[in-house]
């Protein structure tokens, strides 16, 4: 009966109000604990560790091990490092702080361009705020077509996938389903390369002496899912091509690795943690490392990379390690993403 009624239509008494229809735009990162101690990063850890998309072993092999083995220690271990990068002030992680600052320039972009016709949230895929709660809020909030915006520049099953499902199980609970889309990953996208590439060459620009080598570190993942069809090595090896052609730089400049390697399984390769060691021992003295598969700074980035990587150079022999922060909320970032929006809105917006 409210299919595509107008708020100035006349409606029977006692009929529920109808809102002005408008447009969600809808942005999702990974997640983050409500805090460091034990019990909230256990509870981080096990939705996360629990997903079938980011460790696929069978539930009867799987469970009891992260059950009884690794959430028993790992929360100590991680909380200590997100406690070493908390935003105290604010009582929330970093990615916490920045995703909301993305949020908030982003929807001052949309609005600038399209009125009020969009609104714009960010949920997290675990952890909180969750998909399912923002979602009802944009229902609620007269929101009839919404975007769906994992913040992953590439894609892969355990990050643009694992959203993608949970914002489709979170709908299958709407009795009036919005229409929706989602955003395809933007690795290739010019505005994106041209931002990394700005970041690269404003870091440089600020340094005493130029990096020998930049590395450029990505979110590993098993090697198995890239033989299994999972697109994510492909699209990182082209961003890594395309940001050094952008910058015009030689093949032998720019090194592309792979982070955060997690249990028995061979992963993509070289990773970094090694790779920076070799590096100095091989007489570089001065390296720069930045993480374009990072939307926004995280415990990926603030303390894996300029702690355990960063130390993996030092001890080697190296000197000058230089992290180049994730594009977070730049202005050039906000740009590509708003561009990115309004690409995937085609359709749904009159031209103003």
């Known amino acids: 009966m409210t299919d595509g009624a107008k708020t100035s239509d006349p409606v029977p008494a006692g009929h529920p109000a109808i809102k002005p229809p408008r447009i969600g735009v809808l942005l999702a990162n990974l997640g983050t604990p409500d805090g460091y101690d034990y019990w909230s990063m256990r509870r981080y850890l096990n939705e996360f560790l629990s997903d079938k998309r980011v460790i696929d072993y069978p539930s009867w092999k799987w469970q009891p091990i992260l059950q009884t083995i690794i959430l028993t220690k790992r929360p100590f271990a991680s909380g200590a490092n997100y406690k070493l990068i908390w935003n105290e002030e604010l009582g929330e992680s970093p990615l916490m702080t920045?995703?909301?600052?993305?949020?908030?320039?982003?929807?001052?972009?949309?609005?600038?361009?399209?009125?009020d016709a969009v609104m714009v949230d960010f949920c997290m895929r675990y952890g909180n705020p969750s998909t399912e709660s923002k979602l009802r809020a944009m229902v609620e909030a007269g929101c009839t077509k919404i975007l769906f915006f994992p913040l992953y520049?590439?894609?892969?099953?355990?990050?643009?996938?694992?959203?993608n499902?949970?914002?489709?199980?979170?709908?299958?609970?709407?009795?009036?389903?919005?229409?929706?889309?989602?955003?395809p990953e933007y690795f290739a996208h010019p505005l994106y390369i041209e931002a990394l590439a700005a970041s690269v060459e404003t870091a440089y620009a600020a340094l005493p002496t130029?990096?020998?080598?930049?590395?450029?570190?990505?979110?590993?993942?098993?090697?198995?899912?890239?033989?299994?069809g999972d697109p994510y090595h492909c699209?990182?090896?082209?961003?890594?091509?395309?940001?050094?052609?952008?910058?015009?730089?030689?093949?032998?400049?720019?090194?592309?690795t792979f982070q955060s390697v997690f249990g028995p399984e061979e992963w993509l390769k070289p990773y970094t943690v090694e790779h920076v060691a070799e590096l100095a021992k091989a007489g570089m003295k001065n390296i720069a490392v930045i993480a374009p598969a990072f939307s926004a700074d995280c415990i990926e980035t603030l303390e894996e990379i300029e702690g355990e990587i960063q130390e993996s150079f030092h001890h080697a022999g190296g000197e000058n390690f230089t992290y180049i922060p994730c594009l977070n909320d730049q202005p050039a970032h906000i740009h590509a993403l708003a561009t990115v929006i309004d690409e995937n809105l085609a359709g749904w917006l009159a031209p103003r």
């Not at 699209?235 to 720019?254: D, I, M, N, V």
């Open 98 to 115: 920045i995703t909301k600052a993305q949020t908030r320039a982003l929807a001052q972009t949309l609005t600038e361009r399209h009125g």
């Open 153 to 163: 520049p590439h894609y892969a099953g355990a990050t643009s996938a694992t959203a």
């Open 165 to 183: 499902d949970q914002f489709f199980r979170a709908l299958m609970k709407e009795k009036r389903q919005p229409a929706v889309r989602t955003v």
């Open 210 to 228: 130029r990096p020998d080598k930049l590395v450029v570190s990505y979110h590993g993942m098993p090697k198995r899912y890239l033989e299994e």
């Open 235 to 256: 699209q990182c090896q082209k961003t890594s091509r395309l940001l050094r052609e952008r910058l015009g730089w030689p093949k032998e400049a720019l090194d592309t």
